[in-house]
């Protein structure tokens, strides 16, 4: 059972526009979200991440978005770069828990 | 300060043969964890160590074995290697002042023949 679901594997969007990210999780016991990019050859890094008593955290030109009611979580990158493009893991832990729950993660591609 | 340090980074394997990756950390983390990273499935836990002294099971157990070695360090055994372990494998940290949030490794990528 796939908790945490990232549906798109691939997306491509123009250098300068905006690069939207989603992932739907199933477990209502989640209580923090991360955000993970990777480069080829490369261990995946920490990004950015949100407590589930929020709706929103913003970090230069990151943001993602929690809806819990819809079990939701979207990242926003404006304006693309061309170094954003990368893999970009969705990440969930279990109120209580140390360990991470990873989704399949999505290739982003930022064109010229 | 050298993070989190796999090795090797490459290793290709006959069918059956054995060996062990090996993952160091040096930011006094007390959660160490390995996935493995296959197209379309995203990173699967293999094996966590909550702290010094225990393991447990993760997602994808069968057909290897941890060692939680010492606080730094915590090995990943195949043991007879199959085709299906073709992978890339990643060890992470976490703890400390660093919360919960993980510290990877560089991963090593392993081939099954």
């Known amino acids: 059972d796939q908790q945490v679901k990232q549906n798109s594997p691939s997306l491509s969007v123009q250098e300068g526009r905006i690069s939207i990210l989603n992932c739907d999780y199933t477990n209502s016991m989640f209580d923090y979200f991360l955000w993970y990019k990777k480069y080829p050859a490369e261990g995946p890094t920490f990004l950015i991440s949100?407590?589930?008593?929020?709706d929103k955290n913003e970090d230069g030109r990151f943001t993602v978005f929690l809806n819990k009611s819809a079990k939701h979580l979207s990242l926003h990158i404006v304006p693309s770069q061309p170094g954003d493009s990368a893999v970009y893991f969705c990440?969930?832990?279990?109120?209580?828990?140390?360990?991470?729950?990873f989704g399949q993660g999505t290739r982003l591609t930022i064109n010229p | 300060n050298a993070g989190v340090t796999q090795t090797p980074k490459f290793q290709v394997l006959k069918t059956g043969q054995s060996m062990t990756l090996q993952c160091a950390q040096d930011m006094n983390h007390n959660s160490m964890y390995w996935y493995r990273q296959d197209p379309g499935m995203g990173l699967r836990l293999i094996y966590y160590?909550?702290?010094?002294?225990?393991?447990d099971k993760g997602e994808v157990p069968n057909g290897y074995n941890v060692s939680r070695l010492n606080k730094r360090e915590f090995s990943l055994r195949l043991e007879s290697a199959a085709p299906s372990q073709t992978s890339v494998y990643f060890c992470?940290?976490?703890?400390?002042?660093?919360?919960?949030?993980?510290?990877f490794g560089s991963g090593t990528r392993l081939t099954v023949v």
């Open positions: 992470a940290s976490s703890g400390g002042q660093g919360g919960f949030g993980y510290t």
């Open positions: 160590s909550a702290s010094e002294g225990t393991t």
């Open positions: 990440a969930a832990r279990r109120q209580g828990a140390q360990k991470l729950v």
């Open positions: 949100i407590s589930s008593i929020k």
